[in-house]
Protein backbone atom coordinates (compact mmCIF):
# COMPACT_ATOMS: atom_id res chain seq x y z
CA UNK A 1 0.00 0.00 0.00
CA UNK A 2 1.59 2.71 -1.22
CA UNK A 3 1.54 6.31 0.71
CA UNK A 4 3.07 8.43 3.70
CA UNK A 5 3.68 6.56 7.21
CA UNK A 6 3.14 7.96 10.62
CA UNK A 7 4.76 5.94 13.23
CA UNK A 8 4.24 6.70 16.44
CA UNK A 9 6.06 5.75 19.89
CA UNK A 10 5.85 6.49 23.72
CA UNK A 11 9.33 6.84 25.24
CA UNK A 12 8.16 8.78 28.38
CA UNK A 13 10.42 8.07 30.73
CA UNK A 14 13.57 10.67 31.28
CA UNK A 15 15.95 7.63 31.84
CA UNK A 16 15.26 5.72 29.19
CA UNK A 17 17.89 5.00 26.54
CA UNK A 18 17.50 6.33 22.77
CA UNK A 19 15.20 3.45 20.68
CA UNK A 20 18.83 3.28 18.69
CA UNK A 21 18.22 -0.24 17.19
CA UNK A 22 14.47 0.91 16.69
CA UNK A 23 15.42 4.17 14.56
CA UNK A 24 18.71 2.23 13.14
CA UNK A 25 16.30 -0.61 11.43
CA UNK A 26 13.87 1.84 10.17
CA UNK A 27 16.38 3.77 8.30
CA UNK A 28 17.97 -0.02 6.97
CA UNK A 29 14.80 -1.21 6.07
CA UNK A 30 14.51 1.44 3.77
CA UNK A 31 10.99 3.10 5.74
CA UNK A 32 9.96 6.54 4.41
CA UNK A 33 7.89 8.04 7.29
CA UNK A 34 7.77 10.41 9.98
CA UNK A 35 8.65 8.99 13.62
CA UNK A 36 7.22 11.00 16.41
CA UNK A 37 8.49 10.20 20.21
CA UNK A 38 5.98 11.08 22.95
CA UNK A 39 8.19 11.80 25.42
CA UNK A 40 8.28 13.88 29.19
CA UNK A 41 10.28 16.60 27.59
CA UNK A 42 11.78 18.21 24.43
CA UNK A 43 15.71 18.23 23.91
CA UNK A 44 16.30 19.70 20.74
CA UNK A 45 20.21 18.06 21.43
CA UNK A 46 18.17 14.33 22.19
CA UNK A 47 16.35 15.30 19.21
CA UNK A 48 19.25 16.07 16.71
CA UNK A 49 20.99 12.89 17.87
CA UNK A 50 17.97 10.86 17.31
CA UNK A 51 18.02 12.41 13.58
CA UNK A 52 21.50 11.44 12.86
CA UNK A 53 20.32 7.83 13.48
CA UNK A 54 16.70 8.25 11.47
CA UNK A 55 15.98 11.65 9.71
CA UNK A 56 12.70 12.34 9.95
CA UNK A 57 12.93 11.78 13.86
CA UNK A 58 10.78 13.93 16.17
CA UNK A 59 9.76 14.56 19.83
CA UNK A 60 6.95 16.47 21.26
CA UNK A 61 6.30 16.63 24.70
CA UNK A 62 2.35 16.96 25.28
CA UNK A 63 1.92 16.26 29.28
CA UNK A 64 3.39 18.51 31.80
CA UNK A 65 5.43 16.18 33.78
CA UNK A 66 5.56 17.96 36.54
CA UNK A 67 1.88 18.70 36.61
CA UNK A 68 1.40 14.80 35.38
CA UNK A 69 3.72 13.60 39.07
CA UNK A 70 2.09 16.55 41.64
CA UNK A 71 -1.47 15.26 40.37
CA UNK A 72 -0.71 11.37 41.05
CA UNK A 73 1.12 12.00 44.02
CA UNK A 74 -1.88 14.27 45.64
CA UNK A 75 -4.56 11.36 44.31
CA UNK A 76 -2.66 8.62 45.30
CA UNK A 77 -1.89 9.96 48.69
CA UNK A 78 -5.29 11.06 49.73
CA UNK A 79 -6.50 8.17 48.23
CA UNK A 80 -8.98 10.04 46.30
CA UNK A 81 -7.97 8.27 42.47
CA UNK A 82 -11.33 6.50 42.18
CA UNK A 83 -13.85 8.87 43.70
CA UNK A 84 -12.02 11.65 41.40
CA UNK A 85 -12.24 9.11 38.29
CA UNK A 86 -16.01 8.46 38.98
CA UNK A 87 -16.59 11.99 38.97
CA UNK A 88 -14.38 12.44 35.63
CA UNK A 89 -16.30 9.69 34.31
CA UNK A 90 -19.98 10.81 34.93
CA UNK A 91 -19.12 14.48 33.74
CA UNK A 92 -17.81 12.63 30.47
CA UNK A 93 -21.14 10.87 30.21
CA UNK A 94 -23.40 13.49 30.89
CA UNK A 95 -22.01 16.73 30.25
CA UNK A 96 -21.71 17.05 25.91
CA UNK A 97 -20.10 20.38 26.34
CA UNK A 98 -17.20 18.95 28.80
CA UNK A 99 -16.70 16.14 27.15
CA UNK A 100 -13.61 17.23 24.94
CA UNK A 101 -12.40 19.16 28.26
CA UNK A 102 -12.50 15.63 30.33
CA UNK A 103 -10.49 13.65 27.50
CA UNK A 104 -7.73 16.12 27.96
CA UNK A 105 -7.54 15.86 31.30
CA UNK A 106 -7.75 11.74 31.72
CA UNK A 107 -4.04 11.21 30.49
CA UNK A 108 -3.34 12.84 33.98
CA UNK A 109 -5.02 9.94 35.83
CA UNK A 110 -3.35 6.86 33.89
CA UNK A 111 -0.70 4.87 33.44
CA UNK A 112 1.48 5.88 30.27
CA UNK A 113 0.80 2.92 28.54
CA UNK A 114 -3.07 3.86 28.93
CA UNK A 115 -2.47 7.91 28.24
CA UNK A 116 -0.75 7.54 25.54
CA UNK A 117 -3.61 6.56 23.42
CA UNK A 118 -5.06 9.98 24.06
CA UNK A 119 -2.47 11.89 23.73
CA UNK A 120 -1.63 10.10 20.23
CA UNK A 121 -5.01 10.77 19.03
CA UNK A 122 -5.16 14.33 19.95
CA UNK A 123 -1.93 14.41 17.68
CA UNK A 124 -3.02 12.58 14.56
CA UNK A 125 -7.02 14.02 15.07
CA UNK A 126 -4.82 17.27 13.75
CA UNK A 127 -3.26 15.73 11.25
CA UNK A 128 -5.01 12.69 9.11
CA UNK A 129 -5.18 13.69 6.35
CA UNK A 130 -1.35 14.00 5.72
CA UNK A 131 -1.07 10.25 5.93
CA UNK A 132 -1.97 7.11 4.39
CA UNK A 133 -0.88 4.97 7.35
CA UNK A 134 -0.09 5.09 11.00
CA UNK A 135 2.16 2.44 12.95
CA UNK A 136 1.15 2.77 17.25
CA UNK A 137 4.52 0.55 18.01
CA UNK A 138 6.71 -0.20 21.21
CA UNK A 139 10.60 1.36 20.73
CA UNK A 140 12.02 -0.79 23.14
CA UNK A 141 12.11 -3.77 21.66
CA UNK A 142 10.96 -3.39 18.31
CA UNK A 143 12.90 -3.57 15.08
CA UNK A 144 12.31 -3.62 11.65
CA UNK A 145 13.61 -5.79 8.75
CA UNK A 146 11.42 -4.62 5.51
CA UNK A 147 8.97 -2.08 5.05
CA UNK A 148 5.20 -2.84 7.00
CA UNK A 149 3.57 -1.23 4.29
CA UNK A 150 4.39 -4.06 1.64
CA UNK A 151 2.09 -6.66 3.33
CA UNK A 152 -0.82 -4.26 4.29
CA UNK A 153 -4.15 -4.07 1.97
CA UNK A 154 -5.73 -1.29 4.38
CA UNK A 155 -7.96 -1.30 7.90
CA UNK A 156 -6.59 -2.23 10.74
CA UNK A 157 -3.27 -5.12 11.46
CA UNK A 158 -2.72 -6.56 14.77
CA UNK A 159 -0.59 -9.61 15.73
CA UNK A 160 -0.98 -12.42 17.73
CA UNK A 161 0.95 -14.34 20.07
CA UNK A 162 1.12 -18.23 20.13
CA UNK A 163 -0.50 -18.45 23.14
CA UNK A 164 -4.11 -18.53 24.27
CA UNK A 165 -5.24 -15.75 26.56
CA UNK A 166 -6.47 -18.56 29.37
CA UNK A 167 -2.67 -19.77 29.36
CA UNK A 168 -0.73 -16.30 30.08
CA UNK A 169 -2.13 -15.91 34.10
CA UNK A 170 -0.93 -11.82 33.71
CA UNK A 171 -3.66 -11.14 30.60
CA UNK A 172 -6.16 -12.73 32.60
CA UNK A 173 -5.32 -10.62 35.50
CA UNK A 174 -5.58 -7.79 33.53
CA UNK A 175 -8.92 -8.22 32.21
CA UNK A 176 -10.44 -9.33 35.38
CA UNK A 177 -9.14 -6.19 37.23
CA UNK A 178 -10.96 -3.98 34.66
CA UNK A 179 -14.19 -6.68 34.51
CA UNK A 180 -14.27 -8.83 37.34
CA UNK A 181 -14.40 -12.14 37.22
CA UNK A 182 -17.55 -13.64 35.78
CA UNK A 183 -19.06 -11.97 32.61
CA UNK A 184 -19.85 -13.79 29.48
CA UNK A 185 -18.11 -11.77 27.35
CA UNK A 186 -14.92 -12.72 29.47
CA UNK A 187 -15.34 -16.48 29.13
CA UNK A 188 -15.35 -16.09 25.49
CA UNK A 189 -12.26 -14.36 25.50
CA UNK A 190 -10.28 -17.25 27.45
CA UNK A 191 -9.69 -19.15 24.44
CA UNK A 192 -8.86 -17.06 21.87
CA UNK A 193 -4.79 -16.10 21.52
CA UNK A 194 -3.70 -12.73 22.70
CA UNK A 195 -3.49 -9.82 20.31
CA UNK A 196 -0.88 -7.54 21.23
CA UNK A 197 -1.07 -4.17 21.51
CA UNK A 198 2.90 -3.42 20.92
CA UNK A 199 2.57 -2.99 17.27
CA UNK A 200 -0.92 -1.96 15.59
CA UNK A 201 -0.96 -0.77 11.67
CA UNK A 202 -3.72 0.89 9.57
CA UNK A 203 -5.19 3.05 7.67
CA UNK A 204 -5.17 7.22 8.92
CA UNK A 205 -9.17 7.15 9.28
CA UNK A 206 -9.09 3.62 10.88
CA UNK A 207 -6.39 4.25 13.67
CA UNK A 208 -8.37 7.26 14.53
CA UNK A 209 -11.59 5.08 14.91
CA UNK A 210 -9.78 2.64 17.00
CA UNK A 211 -8.29 5.03 19.43
CA UNK A 212 -11.59 6.34 19.92
CA UNK A 213 -12.73 2.90 20.90
CA UNK A 214 -9.90 2.80 23.11
CA UNK A 215 -10.12 6.53 24.58
CA UNK A 216 -13.79 5.63 25.67
CA UNK A 217 -13.81 2.37 26.79
CA UNK A 218 -10.58 3.55 29.26
CA UNK A 219 -12.99 6.52 30.82
CA UNK A 220 -16.13 3.98 30.62
CA UNK A 221 -13.58 1.91 33.26
CA UNK A 222 -11.72 5.16 34.67
CA UNK A 223 -12.18 3.54 38.23
CA UNK A 224 -10.79 0.36 37.82
CA UNK A 225 -7.65 1.62 35.38
CA UNK A 226 -6.65 4.76 36.86
CA UNK A 227 -2.62 4.62 37.28
CA UNK A 228 -2.26 1.21 36.49
CA UNK A 229 0.19 0.17 33.87
CA UNK A 230 -0.36 -2.65 31.04
CA UNK A 231 -4.28 -2.77 31.19
CA UNK A 232 -4.34 -1.30 27.61
CA UNK A 233 -3.85 -4.91 26.32
CA UNK A 234 -6.99 -6.30 28.23
CA UNK A 235 -9.03 -3.27 26.78
CA UNK A 236 -7.45 -4.04 23.09
CA UNK A 237 -8.53 -7.65 23.43
CA UNK A 238 -12.05 -7.32 24.34
CA UNK A 239 -12.70 -4.39 21.99
CA UNK A 240 -11.01 -6.14 19.12
CA UNK A 241 -12.67 -9.93 19.43
CA UNK A 242 -15.88 -7.63 20.22
CA UNK A 243 -18.56 -7.30 18.01
CA UNK A 244 -19.58 -3.66 18.46
CA UNK A 245 -16.70 -2.51 16.27
CA UNK A 246 -16.73 -1.38 12.61
CA UNK A 247 -13.12 -1.99 12.03
CA UNK A 248 -11.55 -3.68 9.15
CA UNK A 249 -9.69 -5.94 11.88
CA UNK A 250 -6.80 -8.56 10.26
CA UNK A 251 -5.33 -10.55 12.35
CA UNK A 252 -1.80 -11.48 11.44
CA UNK A 253 0.71 -14.62 13.53
CA UNK A 254 4.00 -15.05 13.04
CA UNK A 255 3.61 -17.79 10.32
CA UNK A 256 3.03 -15.10 8.51
CA UNK A 257 5.82 -12.73 8.92
CA UNK A 258 3.95 -9.05 9.12
CA UNK A 259 4.41 -8.37 12.85
CA UNK A 260 5.59 -11.28 14.71
CA UNK A 261 5.29 -11.31 18.72
CA UNK A 262 8.40 -13.64 20.13
CA UNK A 263 7.10 -13.50 24.06
CA UNK A 264 5.47 -16.93 23.66
CA UNK A 265 7.28 -17.98 20.81
CA UNK A 266 10.44 -20.97 21.05
CA UNK A 267 11.52 -19.56 17.61
CA UNK A 268 10.16 -23.14 16.01
CA UNK A 269 8.28 -21.03 13.50
CA UNK A 270 11.55 -19.26 12.07
CA UNK A 271 14.36 -20.48 10.27
CA UNK A 272 17.06 -21.46 12.71
CA UNK A 273 20.08 -18.94 10.76
CA UNK A 274 19.45 -15.80 12.00
CA UNK A 275 22.87 -14.14 10.63
CA UNK A 276 20.86 -12.62 7.83
CA UNK A 277 17.98 -11.23 9.92
CA UNK A 278 14.43 -13.25 11.31
CA UNK A 279 13.13 -15.18 8.52
CA UNK A 280 10.63 -17.07 7.82
CA UNK A 281 11.54 -21.10 6.75
CA UNK A 282 10.17 -20.53 3.55
CA UNK A 283 13.36 -17.84 3.54
CA UNK A 284 11.23 -14.81 3.33
CA UNK A 285 12.02 -11.73 6.09
CA UNK A 286 9.79 -10.92 8.64
CA UNK A 287 8.61 -7.07 8.60
CA UNK A 288 8.70 -6.11 12.09
CA UNK A 289 9.90 -8.31 15.13
CA UNK A 290 8.37 -7.43 18.24
CA UNK A 291 9.85 -8.98 21.67
CA UNK A 292 13.26 -10.09 20.46
CA UNK A 293 14.99 -9.11 23.53
CA UNK A 294 13.17 -12.22 25.27
CA UNK A 295 15.48 -14.12 23.50
CA UNK A 296 18.78 -13.38 24.34
CA UNK A 297 20.85 -14.96 22.11
CA UNK A 298 18.74 -13.61 19.07
CA UNK A 299 19.21 -10.06 20.23
CA UNK A 300 22.40 -10.40 20.54
CA UNK A 301 22.47 -11.53 16.37
CA UNK A 302 20.12 -9.16 15.45
CA UNK A 303 21.61 -6.51 17.06
CA UNK A 304 25.08 -6.81 15.90
CA UNK A 305 23.87 -7.19 12.25
CA UNK A 306 22.38 -3.24 13.30
CA UNK A 307 25.68 -1.98 14.06
CA UNK A 308 27.79 -3.73 11.57
CA UNK A 309 25.93 -1.30 9.07
CA UNK A 310 25.36 1.26 11.24
CA UNK A 311 28.18 3.81 9.62
CA UNK A 312 27.23 3.06 6.46
CA UNK A 313 23.41 4.36 7.58
CA UNK A 314 24.92 7.53 8.61
CA UNK A 315 27.00 8.71 6.23
CA UNK A 316 23.94 9.69 4.06
CA UNK A 317 23.15 13.66 4.15
CA UNK A 318 20.67 14.34 6.72
CA UNK A 319 16.99 16.49 5.38
CA UNK A 320 17.79 19.98 5.03
CA UNK A 321 17.89 22.00 8.77
CA UNK A 322 15.49 24.30 7.56
CA UNK A 323 13.02 21.64 6.13
CA UNK A 324 13.78 19.29 10.12
CA UNK A 325 13.21 22.65 12.39
CA UNK A 326 9.52 23.61 10.80
CA UNK A 327 8.14 20.36 10.69
CA UNK A 328 9.84 19.52 14.27
CA UNK A 329 8.18 23.11 15.17
CA UNK A 330 5.18 22.06 13.70
CA UNK A 331 4.61 19.09 15.28
CA UNK A 332 6.06 20.18 18.85
CA UNK A 333 2.77 22.90 17.99
CA UNK A 334 -0.33 19.97 17.90
CA UNK A 335 1.51 18.30 21.14
CA UNK A 336 1.21 21.54 23.19
CA UNK A 337 -2.60 21.93 22.54
CA UNK A 338 -3.25 19.16 25.58
Given at each position: ???????????????????????????QAGLQADIVL?????????????????????????????????????????????????????????????????????????????????????????????????????????????????????????GVENTAIEDQ???????????????????????????????????????????????????????????????????????????????????????????????????????ADWSGGLRLK?????????????????????????????????????????????????????????
Amino acid sequence: MPGRLLILTAAFHPAHPLPTPFLQSARQAGLQADIVLLCHRRDSKVEQELQRLYPRTYIIAPLRYGLLRAVRRILVSTRLVKPVARLARAIWKNSGFLRKRIEAIVPYLLAITLGRFFLTRSFLAARANEYSAVLLIDSRDVIFQRNPLEDFEGGVLAGVENTAIEDQPRNCEWLEQIYGESPKTLSELWPRKVICSGVTLGAATQILAYLDLMCDEFIEQLPQVAYTEYLDQAVHNKLLYGESHDLDLQLTDNFQGSIVNLATSDLSEFDADWSGGLRLKNGRMVSIVHQYDRHPELERVLLARLESNLESNLESNLESNKEQKAVANALAGVGSQL
